[in-house]
């Protein structure tokens, strides 16, 4: 087996029940499909099972893109790509009701998400991400104010994304086996029709100014935000004694609403 890499943060899912169980979740039939870090290929042989129109594997390891390449020369409906996701522009591969796929690298794997949460035309394109996080990071996904694990990562995606299914994943599904566990989250893009943000950068840069002090009460995350603060929280029935997880996503999206109604009187 091919041997991975640390710096890649390589892990590679070899359970054939999990991954069998991860292509049912997708429904992809007669689906394009994109797969962000296919590695060995392991879930992509279980994808092409499938009647599909056309799969496109995205990974940065020139490597593993060459055993790719070879493992699968004779399909016709597969495409591999050599590219840093990161770095790539998927909203041009992405067509209409697509679906992606991911076993992601833990320390990149919130930059990839965030990355198909920006995508320029919403609702996009891609009608379901099936993507495997650290357990850790899925959870601050799913997590719900009040709780220690809310933060700006519940926030920004679940503006545009609610996660239809998710399930568990031992460590000892992967090969090298990693010290953490890992889940699985199946999403769904939305159009918040109650709020209105015209640019996702300002929920991000709003939440990142709020969370930056988790522990510490709002009103000066505010007052940086809104100079008067006093009367934008009243309009807003926030308490500016609350603490960051004290506020609910619905009311990130409100700040942020506000904030681009006001900035330029502001």
């Known amino acids: 087996m091919l041997k991975p890499k640390k710096s890649l943060g390589q ?36 994808i092409l099972k499938s009647d599909l129109k056309k799969i496109v594997l995205i990974e940065k390891d020139y490597n593993l893109c060459k055993i790719l390449r070879e493992n699968f020369k004779s399909k016709k409906a597969i495409e591999v790509l050599n590219n840093d996701i990161l770095n790539f522009d998927i909203e041009n591969k992405i067509k209409k009701d697509c679906i992606i796929f991911g076993n992601l690298p833990y320390n990149i794997s919130t930059q990839i998400l965030i990355k198909l949460i ?47 299914a998710s399930f568990k994943v ?58 008067n603060s006093l009367f934008f929280s009243k309009k807003l029935n926030i308490n500016l004694s609350d603490r960051p997880d004290q506020i609910t996503k619905d009311q990130y999206y409100k700040i942020t609403e506000c904030y681009e109604k006001y900035k330029k009187n502001i």
């Open 170 to 227: 031992s460590k000892n599904c992967f090969y090298p086996k990693p010290k953490v566990d890992s889940m699985v989250l199946v999403f769904e893009p939305v159009v918040n029709k109650t709020y209105k943000i015209q640019d996702i950068t300002n929920l991000e840069n709003i939440t990142q100014i709020f969370f930056s002090k988790k522990r510490k009460m709002i009103n000066k995350a505010f007052s940086i935000i809104f100079k």
């Open 118 to 164: 920006k995508i320029k035309i919403w609702p996009p394109k891609y009608k379901r991400l099936v993507l495997m996080f650290q357990k850790e990071v899925a959870e601050r996904i799913l997590a719900e104010h009040n709780s220690k694990k809310y933060g700006r990562l519940s926030v920004i995606s679940n503006w545009r994304l609610k996660v239809a």
């Open 11 to 46: 892990n590679f899912l070899i359970d054939k029940n999990i991954i069998k169980k991860i292509v049912s979740l997708g429904g992809i039939k007669e689906s394009n499909i994109i797969e962000i870090g296919p590695g060995t290929g392991n879930l992509t042989k279980e």
